[in-house]
């Protein structure tokens, strides 16, 4: 099968949708599928063509929402190479942007299109208005949203039940929805390079440490700033503890002000942006993964720190539930405060820490990236078969009124 997947973000841009897209990607083409790309160009205001790894870069102008750009929703040149790929499939992974000429190729090439809804937009309004029309802002989203996936597509797929219910509530569309998570290189996350997880230990000064760490961006809707209120409240009862939190955005500068100002600065270490093919290896840092974080729609990170055997820490919430168990793997906490009771817990009690830690793995397990692949692929193959039967349908409609046209027009001659 051909398949073109479509995104606004992809390399050298580091998330858990690039990393959800890389993971199909790689699945895919084990499989024995052929697969392109089409995205906007991070780096350059230019259109490119980078034949041998089959992606296509569309130029677009600079959001405000990290590095993520916006590109016009038709490309010429995009198009033509795009119909010589004779693709069977397109699988968008945005509503706008390149998600939007995704639609037009579909729509005028025929080709049946899958869409995959990973972000909650109006989590993200503020750092377009500051603050100002988010209510009108909102709603126009909630609109655009509606009308992409509600007319556009052949399925959808949530990574996630919190995604699957909050689109069925908000916008009840008619498409079947396939609730599929991103799948796990397993290998990637539990075999690594010891001597770089050393020499990371030694650059950090983590060595004798009790870590907690967190990957993600460091934006307002991670709430990693209480991540760190909480954290700081643990220093007097664990001497040796320490922050690591992996990765950079808008608010670094205000999160680092607030280490001053609480003096937890020899406690907390900011990595700053980390290469994604080197990200397994700061998973291997930390003793506990911990997030506060209420907005993912799947929540890849938590699932590559279980795959690192790392036990999980995080505020409950729909996406990470099923996934994270109490006792099992890790906790889920509701209050803040609990935060601090389940690390000391896990610090106190070396069995129960030994115990999580092989849970978290065990659970990795049952959600790997060859399933995932799978499972996507069986959606591509079911919107095929529905696609053509719906075009067969129109043909058929074409045929009866072709023929209703000529025998009227036999009877008017006589």
Not at 144 to 153: A, I, N, S
Not at 324 to 352: P, T
Request: glycine share 6%.
């Amino acid at each position: 099968m051909r398949i073109g997947i479509f995104t606004d973000t992809y390399l050298p841009y580091v998330s858990g949708l690039v990393t959800s897209e890389l993971m199909l990607k790689e699945a895919l083409e084990k499989m024995g599928h052929e697969v392109y790309v089409v995205t906007a160009n991070l780096e350059k205001i230019k259109y490119e063509y980078d034949e041998e790894n089959k992606i296509i870069y569309i130029p677009g102008v600079p959001t405000k929402i990290y590095d993520t750009r916006l590109t016009a929703f038709y490309n010429p040149r995009a198009f033509n190479q795009i119909r010589k790929w004779k693709l069977d499939i397109i699988h968008t992974q945005t509503e706008f942007g390149i998600g939007t000429f995704g639609r037009i190729v579909s729509k005028q090439l025929d080709i049946p299109l899958v869409h995959t809804y990973h972000t909650m937009y109006e989590d993200y309004i503020y750092y377009l208005t500051k603050g100002y029309f988010d209510k009108p802002s909102k709603k126009l989203v909630e609109y655009l949203t509606r009308f992409y996936c509600d007319t556009t597509v052949s399925e959808l797929i949530v990574p996630t039940k919190k995604i699957y219910n909050i689109f069925k509530e908000k916008y009840n569309p008619d498409e079947i929805i396939n609730i599929i998570p991103t799948g796990m290189d397993i290998d990637r996350f539990s075999n690594i390079n010891k001597n770089e997880v050393d020499k990371l230990k030694e650059k950090y000064k983590l060595d004798g440490s009790f870590v907690i760490g967190s990957v993600s961006r460091l934006g307002k809707e991670k709430s990693v700033d209480k991540l760190i209120i909480e954290f700081s409240k643990l220093i007097d009862k664990i001497p040796n503890i320490k922050l690591l939190l992996v990765g950079d955005g808008p608010d670094k500068k205000m999160l680092k002000d607030l280490v001053k100002e609480l003096n937890i600065d020899k406690n907390v270490v900011f990595t700053g942006k980390v290469p994604i093919e080197k990200i397994q290896n700061y998973y291997h840092l930390m003793d506990v993964f911990s997030t506060f974080s209420t907005t993912e729609t799947q929540g890849l990170t938590v699932l590559e720190a279980l795959s690192s055997s790392i036990p999980v820490v995080a505020i409950k919430d729909d996406s990470f539930e099923g996934v994270v168990k109490n006792n099992e793997n890790g906790y889920l906490f509701s209050r803040n405060a609990d935060f601090g009771k389940y690390i000391l817990k896990l610090y106190s009690d070396k069995q129960l820490y030994k115990k999580l830690s092989k849970g978290a793995f065990e659970t990795a397990c049952n959600n790997s990236s060859d399933a995932f692949g799978q499972k996507v692929y069986n959606v591509y193959t079911h919107s095929i078969k529905k696609y053509k039967k719906g075009i067969e349908f129109i043909n058929d409609i074409k045929d009866v009124l072709n023929t209703t046209k000529i025998k009227h027009n036999i009877s008017n001659d006589e």
